[in-house]
């Protein structure tokens, strides 16, 4: 009898099966039974090809392989449609050098279609859940792409230092670092959200430069577009020199962006619309205010709820709620006027940065980076040549691998004065790979370059951990203190 078995019930029964070293079913607890049968044959309700996949993956973990978030779509017993199953192949013992494959495989996972006995509250909580999963996976492939684009953005600049720029590039290249950068960080938002965190740490930001810079990014909406329906916005800005304040400018521009696009929604036949920054005491305060439509007081007293709305099917009811509530995280308030027909006015203040008197004199200039020898050990192969070509461009020599397991080999064929690794790879995961090497040679720097959600901190496996999208100036720095 499975012990298991006999607890309460949960919401969401997890499948588990083992096979033997020969590949033989040994072990179905109740919940596998119940979906994907006792047949003697464990991959018979699979699909031709999916069953296929399900023997090479299990021969693959035989040998000593870890493989997650395998999605198959087989018929489950007593029912004639398929369901997605996500399963996992974890060997019992995982095989490393010297040491013979596993002796057993285990098999876990999950039904991602919800039962029909399921209430309405359990199949939202297995649809959020399972959205959480797809959501972290996603986060690190976008960081992944994310540190492409910004690592070809940095070489780009230095193609412009070395040969000129005589097209005028340079403002294009700008403006894709601060969208690619805005976009790694509205994934370290979700990545926060995933764990529960807030931001650790504000930066100094001047507000007057960042609603210049809203006004810049949201031209084709307040102009082009109205332009074009024959209507004609006109912009004021009354933006003085205001000290920081102390915030994350991608949160901030977020909340003045979506200030620009409701106040344009309310001026259908065109109008006025201002910006205005003020220093009042020890705060800040940004003003976006338009001549359009207006509001009653009935919804001006509603506008920051969650899920209310008055465009109908054109808003969510979301981006009003969103901003009030980044602009409380910074500790700030928000204020509304308005009136039918009157226009609107939206204010947020927000502390000022603290005075910081440098009194340490100069900052001495950053020594030079030794050449080094670079060991690169990511799956993904345009990480991997973004990393090698900024590191040779800065006179390191750079090997790559592809994989764990190649990374072991190559490590043990050479002696390098850092290794650079990514986490999450198929087969062996960078902190795994990091722990063998560790014990092989513990004088060898590691450097955990990752984008995954949890990214962990520096153990005796890695000496530092970076996130992805990278700055080539961390990686620098972190070259000079472990080297």
Not at 106 to 134: C, D, F, K, N
Not at 180 to 191: F, M, Y
Not at 415 to 426: A, F, H, K, N, S
Request: proline fraction near 7%.
């Amino acid at each position: 009898m499975d012990e298991f078995d006999s607890l309460a019930p949960i919401e969401a029964e997890v499948l588990v099966a083992t096979c033997d070293a020969s590949g033989s079913m040994i072990y179905r607890n109740r919940s596998w039974i119940r979906s994907l049968g006792d047949d003697p044959d464990p991959w018979v309700r699979f699909p031709a090809p999916d069953s296929a996949e399900a023997r090479k993956l299990l021969d693959r973990a035989l040998r000593g392989e870890v493989l997650t978030n395998q999605l198959f779509l087989p018929v489950p017993a007593g029912t004639g449609s398929p369901k997605p199953v996500l399963l996992h192949f974890i060997p019992s013992v995982p095989a490393t050098a010297g040491r013979p494959g596993p002796s057993a495989v285990t098999i876990s996972g999950e039904v991602l279609a919800q039962p029909e006995s399921w209430t309405a509250s359990q199949a939202e909580r297995h649809r959020m859940e399972t959205l959480g999963r797809m959501t972290m996976g996603m986060a690190h492939d976008f960081n992944n792409l994310l540190s492409a684009v910004l690592g070809h953005v940095d070489l780009m600049r230095l193609s412009f230092a070395s040969a000129g720029d005589a097209c005028g590039l340079g403002e294009h290249v700008a403006t894709i670092e601060r969208a690619a950068r805005d976009g790694a960080s509205l994934i370290e938002k979700v990545q926060r959200y995933i764990r529960q965190e807030h931001q650790a740490a504000y930066q100094p930001v001047d507000l007057s430069s960042l609603v210049r810079d809203c006004v810049s990014l949201t031209r084709p909406y307040w102009y082009n577009e109205p332009r074009r329906q024959g209507i004609e916005i006109v912009v004021r800005q009354d933006l003085g020199p205001v000290p920081p304040v102390l915030g994350s400018a991608s949160e901030l521009r977020d909340v003045v962006v979506n200030l620009v696009l409701n106040a344009v929604q309310a001026m259908p036949q065109g109008g006025t619309l201002r910006f205005e920054t003020r220093v009042d005491a020890d705060r800040v305060s940004c003003s976006v205010i338009d001549s359009g439509i207006g509001m009653s007081e009935a919804v001006r007293a509603r506008i920051f709820e969650p899920l209310f709305t008055t465009k109908g099917n054109l808003g969510n009811g979301m981006g009003l709620a969103v901003a009030h509530g980044v602009i409380l995280e910074h500790g700030g308030s928000f204020t509304v006027e308005s009136a039918p027909d009157k226009g609107s006015r939206f204010t947020f203040a927000i502390p000022r940065a603290p005075d910081v008197v440098d009194d340490q004199g100069p900052e001495p200039p950053a020594t030079a980076t030794s050449a080094a020898r670079i060991l690169v050990v990511d799956d993904e192969a345009m990480v991997r040549t973004v990393l090698r070509r900024l590191l040779t461009l800065r006179g390191h020599t750079v090997d790559e691998a592809e994989s764990g397991a190649e990374g072991l080999t190559r490590s043990a064929g050479a002696r390098y004065d850092l290794v650079i690794t990514d986490q999450g790879m198929p087969g062996m995961s960078g902190r795994e790979m990091a722990s063998l090497m560790k014990a092989r040679d513990p004088r060898t720097p590691i450097v955990l370059l990752t984008g995954d959600t949890h990214t962990g901190t520096a153990d005796g496996t890695v000496d530092r951990v970076l996130t992805k999208p990278f700055r080539i100036e961390e990686i620098e720095a972190a070259i000079r203190q472990l080297v």
